[in-house]
């Protein structure tokens, strides 16, 4: 069976960092479950630029409000015709909890963390290439050498301290990415534009192509209209927009 490659374009700063925080999440998560010093070290880098990304004054508030309007969104759904109450329910509950959490945290994410001596030496060496050296850091040179399952529950019990921020990120774009279908589209010499309707909340456009295309999209464009451009991969040099007509899958996510 043909495998699908999903390319991603969020529509305003607000997914944009939804998008980053999965990101990053995920490559911690991956390599928190490897077993040697080298795994525990790009948890920990992928853990730091998290905590970058969450110092941000608004993202706090931003994340909070995305759920306070998906339950506004979605709570006057109960009771309507072809709805799963069940599932509606669970998804409601789940988006309450998730607020209550955050809201519950005082001052910025994660702030706990980086109020963290051990943390804070590493992330600020983290700054310089190649500043995290065993000659730099002997005490994270001498953590990383411990055992990986010291390793894998310290940096779990990191990670935990995120969890709400993170089962947020987790559940609103899975929320985003269920609210369409996929429609068969054409770029016409590898171009496709498309305006969108201002009344709708559209925040998220994916682009599905077969795994074996020789195509990749660059998206670009806002809230309001988008253009597709489909280019022909290299590696040997820049790669070139297609001239060819294209017929690709379409979703265009809003909430």
Not at 8 to 17: A, C, I, M, S, Y
Request: contains cysteine; charged residues 25%; hydrophobic residues 40%.
């Amino acid at each position: 069976m043909s495998r699908t490659v999903i390319y991603e374009h969020p529509l305003n700063e607000r997914v944009r960092n939804l998008l980053r925080l999965e990101f990053l999440f995920k490559q911690v998560k991956h390599h928190t479950a490897g077993t040697t010093p080298w795994d525990s070290r790009a948890a920990l880098a992928a853990l730091m630029e998290v905590l970058t990304l969450l110092s941000r004054s608004d993202l706090k508030s931003e994340i909070i409000k995305e759920l306070e309007r998906n339950i506004a969104t979605l709570t006057p759904l109960a009771g309507r015709s072809g709805v799963d109450d069940d599932q509606l329910g669970n998804i409601l509950h789940w988006l309450d909890r998730l607020h209550q959490a955050l809201r519950a945290t005082e001052g910025q994410i994660g702030q706990v963390l980086r109020d963290d001596e051990f943390l804070a030496a590493v992330r600020q060496r983290s700054t310089i290439p190649g500043g995290t050296c065993d000659f730099d850091l002997p005490g994270y040179h001498h953590w990383l050498h411990r055992g990986a399952d010291e390793r894998h529950g310290q940096l779990e019990a990191w990670l935990m301290k995120l969890e709400p921020v993170r089962k947020s990120v987790e559940l609103l774009l899975k929320l985003i990415r269920g609210s369409a279908d996929p429609v068969t589209e054409r770029a016409e010499g590898g171009v496709y534009p498309c305006a969108l309707d201002q009344n709708m909340p559209f925040q998220l456009v994916r682009v599905l192509l077969p795994g074996e295309s020789p195509l990749f999209p660059e998206i670009s464009g806002g809230k309001h209209r988008f253009t597709i451009r489909f280019m022909e991969a290299s590696t040997n040099g820049r790669s070139a927009q297609t001239r060819e007509d294209v017929e690709f899958r379409l979703i265009r996510c809003m909430l």
